[in-house]
T-cell receptor, first 112, second 111 residues
Framework: QQQVKQSPQSLIVQKGGISIINCAYENTAFDYFPWYQQFPGKGPALLIAIRPDVSEKKEGRFTISFNKSAKQFSLHIMDSQPGDSATYFC???????????FGKGTHLIIQP | EPEVTQTPSHQVTQMGQEVILRCVPISNHLYFYWYRQILGQKVEFLVSFYNNEISEKSEIFDDQFSVERPDGSNFTLKIRSTKLEDSAMYFCASIKIETQYFGPGTRLLVL
């Protein structure tokens, strides 16, 4: 019930391409869905977040798509750049102040 | 820009020993968190702390763990009797508005 399932585990995308990472959740009480980016040796950093009352949120090259009925959400990185190479985690919680339940992460490599 | 800081960056300890991991959250943040990340695995929530008491804890946060805010700036995680499986990266976080800001982590190795 508390799990967030993330796929794929790893992803290789050519520079300029679109990177797509998917997550699914079971707990319908989840109300806050952030995506975190983590570089080696660093802590996770918030990339973008969404609440279930909207179906899409865009910030620069990063877009979250949210499907409440399917209990799925995804991260799209447009015009992917080598600097985007990192591990991406989706997460969910019942409120933004609650402890986050993370997915297992996606190791993204953008090839120049 | 203010950051969450953590000390030490690395700690090696013997099984059964007590360790204290330290964090300085961003000032004027009110909620504090500890998470851990076993090598190559996902980040796992341990505990949240608000108004000088635990507000939420996971099943991982058993009696061997404790948290404290000993003064106005530090936030600590104590592991009373470390086990091999406690080896992980431990992250502290604090929140402003909706965003949890994570520190750089302490890598704990239990031998």
């Amino acid at each position: 019930q508390q799990q967030v399932k993330q796929s794929p585990q790893s992803l290789i995308v050519q520079k300029g391409g679109i990177s797509i990472i998917n997550c699914a959740y079971e707990n319908t009480a989840f109300d806050y869905f952030p995506w975190y980016q983590q570089f080696p040796g660093k802590g996770p950093a918030l990339l973008i977040a969404i609440r279930p009352d909207v179906s899409e949120k865009k910030e620069g090259r990063f877009t979250i798509s949210f499907n409440k009925s399917a209990k799925q959400f995804s991260l799209h990185i447009m015009d992917s750049q080598p600097g985007d190479s990192a591990t991406y985690f989706c997460a969910a919680s019942m409120s933004s102040a609650d402890g986050l339940t993370f997915g297992k992460g996606t190791h993204l490599i953008i090839q120049p | 820009e203010p950051e969450v800081t953590q000390t030490p960056s690395h700690q090696v300890t013997q099984m059964g020993q007590e360790v204290i991991l330290r964090c300085v959250p961003i000032s004027n943040h009110l909620y504090f968190y500890w998470y851990r990340q076993i090598l190559g695995q996902k980040v796992e929530f341990l505990v949240s702390f608000y108004n000088n008491e635990i507000s939420e804890k996971s099943e991982i946060f058993d009696d061997q763990f404790s948290v404290e805010r000993p003064d106005g700036s530090n936030f600590t995680l104590k592991i009373r009797s470390t086990k091999l499986e406690d080896s992980a990266m431990y992250f502290c976080a604090s929140i402003k508005i909706e965003t949890q800001y994570f520190g750089p982590g302490t890598r704990l190795l239990v031998l």
